[in-house]
Structures are given as C-alpha cells and as structure tokens.
C-alpha cells in the first residue's frame, strides 16, 4: 500500500483500497451476470481512465459476452475542458446489441452525452451504463447511470487508470487530491 502520492506539485493521499476496488467490482460482475445472462452482452470500455476498470470487471464476469474500446477524451490536468474529441473510433457493430458503456468516472457528464446519441443512432437493443466512480456534484449534464461501484464527492482522484496529465495510472488503489 502506498502513501502519498506526489506528480508534478500535486499531493494525492490514499482514498479507496484495493481490497473495496475488488469487492466493489465482484458485486458488479454479479450483478450483471444476473442481468444479462444469456444476452450475449457488448462492453464498450471508454479509453484511456477505464482500462483496468474493465480489465478487472470483465475478469470477473461469468458469461458470454464481448468487449470492444472507444477513445475519448475531455481532460486537461485536473479540469475538464468540456470539449470531447473521438480519438479513436468504434469498431463493432451495436445494432440489437445489448450494449453496456464501461466509465472510470462520470464528472460533469459530457462525455457520455456527448457519445450516447451515437450510439443510439446504431439502434442497440438495450443501452445501460457502469461507472466505477460517480462524482454526481459536478454534473451539467444529464446522463443515465445505471451501474456505480463508488458514489463520491467533487474532489479530484487518481490511480487505477485514472490519471493526472497522462501519469499516476499505475495503482493498485485510488488516491484523492489532497487539501491545501
Ligand atoms: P465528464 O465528461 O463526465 O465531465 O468527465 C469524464 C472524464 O473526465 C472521465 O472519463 C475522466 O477521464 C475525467 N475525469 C473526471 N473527473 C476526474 C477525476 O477526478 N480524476 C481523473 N483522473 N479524471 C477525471
Ligand atoms: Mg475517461
């Protein structure tokens, strides 16, 4: 287990352990083997924060189903910049697909508003979405979240693929921005 955290002239302290992470995320794969068992489910994972989030949740989840990545991304430091670029696309077809979006963290919402429409287009069977931090405070956007590991307040974290300009990703747990 680490302690502090330091990138750049940021200071971060220890927030989530490990041990809730994966506990946490135990309960989503079940929850969603219960939910979509037999439907042959697509993942769609939101590069880059999300990637081990949906590494550790796919891991866990007993039944069939595929995942695929998409490339977004509105961040600069530790604000967003409320512009979100498609860096890279989305290769399946969703079309009478379940579909399930994979989120590291939903903040202000434009992210996913910005992409949910295009995915509705395709005509998915069904469209949910699982994050595993909800940072509910920030929101101006309304998005429906239907799966969250954490509900948490509008402070800023990192760790667990969750970055802060590109580093801190590499962690076991989640670090919070630590007061001045
Ligand atoms: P939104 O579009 O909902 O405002 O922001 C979503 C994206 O912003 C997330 O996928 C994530 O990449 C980034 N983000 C939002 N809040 C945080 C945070 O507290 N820490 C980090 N590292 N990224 C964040
Ligand atoms: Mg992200």
Avoid: W
Avoid at 137 to 149: A, H, M
Avoid at 165 to 179: A, S, V, W, Y
């Amino acid at each position: 287990m680490q302690t502090t955290l330091k990138l750049q002239d940021k200071e971060f302290v220890p927030y989530i352990s490990e041990k809730e992470i994966t506990e946490k995320i135990k309960l989503l794969a079940e929850q969603l083997k219960k939910d979509y068992e037999g439907k042959r489910p697509l993942f769609i994972a939101i590069l880059n924060g999300s990637f081990m989030f949906a590494a550790a949740l796919f891991k866990e989840l007993e039944i069939e189903a595929e995942i695929s990545f998409i490339k977004l991304a509105s961040y600069k430091g530790t604000r967003s910049t409320g512009h979100v670029i498609t860096a890279i696309g989305l290769d399946a077809d969703v079309t009478n697909r379940h579909v399930i979006i994979l989120e590291d963290i939903i903040d202000t919402g434009k992210t996913l508003y910005t992409f949910l429409p295009q995915l509705y287009n395709q005509h998915p069977a069904s469209l949910k979405v699982a994050v595993l931090l909800d940072k509910p405070e920030p929101r101006k956007f309304d998005v429906p979240v239907d799966y969250v590991c954490f509900t948490i307040p509008n402070k800023f974290v990192l760790g667990f693929g969750l970055d802060f300009d590109g580093f801190g990703r590499n962690t076991k747990e989640i670090f919070q921005l630590k007061e001045e």
